[in-house]
């Protein structure tokens, strides 16, 4: 169904901010357990091989209890880069804040709501985010912290533009391993290297390896997608069009 393309207002940005916290133990423990279990596991155990052992762990009490003790000897080691990795996150972000806000918002064509975003500074090589409370975790010791920032919060605003122009799509199709899902995480990968983004944060990241290996009719759906994206978005300035014909083409994804 064809939406209409709603315009909005970028320059009002008031009260958002992004407020950088460690992550509390006890959801660092329960993330540590979560991605274990799942593929993306090993890029835990490849950074703490430590963690190998825990995953053959039966008992989840065990396994959480073990999971909580390595964590803490782990930041004790870390010592004071836990606090000086969280103040680098945040001033480093604080310098490119505003402009990518606006940025973001002119891309995606959506306001942002004038709420506070907390980002989790975490030992976790995996970046997890909710979208519900706009939470999201950054390891403390990335290389590239703006990056993901600008990453998971574009998930933010992504979503809720999902949300206002298809309302029928429910909530659990916003998470793995669902389409939207998919065409989410191929979306922020392509908005951060829009010439917009990249001169605010000089690069952009790389897209899943499992999402480059999906194809439509043989071809890869990265590069279908960026098409949509370079049609709709950067010709016609677009996004809700974008994002229309986006999930037209995930349709034929066959899983």
Known sequence: ?????????????????IVFEQMPLKLETEMFLGFLKKDWGFKITDKYPQFLKIKEIKSEKEGKNTIKKEIIKIRKDFGDKMDSGLKSVESGWKRVEKKTFETLSEIIQEEWSDREIVGYVS???????WLDSWKFSVPADRKYPNLVIAHEISHFLFFKKLKSEFPEI????????????ILSEIVAIIISHDSRMVKILGAGLHFYPEHMK?????????ELVQGLY????????????FIDEGLKLLKELKQ
């Open 1 to 17: 169904m064809k939406k209409e393309l709603k315009l909005v207002s970028y320059n009002h940005i008031t009260f958002l901010k």
């Open 123 to 129: 030992i976790n090589p995996i970046c997890p985010r």
């Open 214 to 222: 999906l194809k439509i009719k043989g071809k890869p759906l990265t």
């Open 230 to 241: 370079k049609e709709f978005v950067i010709k016609e300035n677009n996004f809700s069009k």
């Open 170 to 181: 429910g909530r659990q199709r916003y998470e793995s391993p669902h389409k939207e899902w």
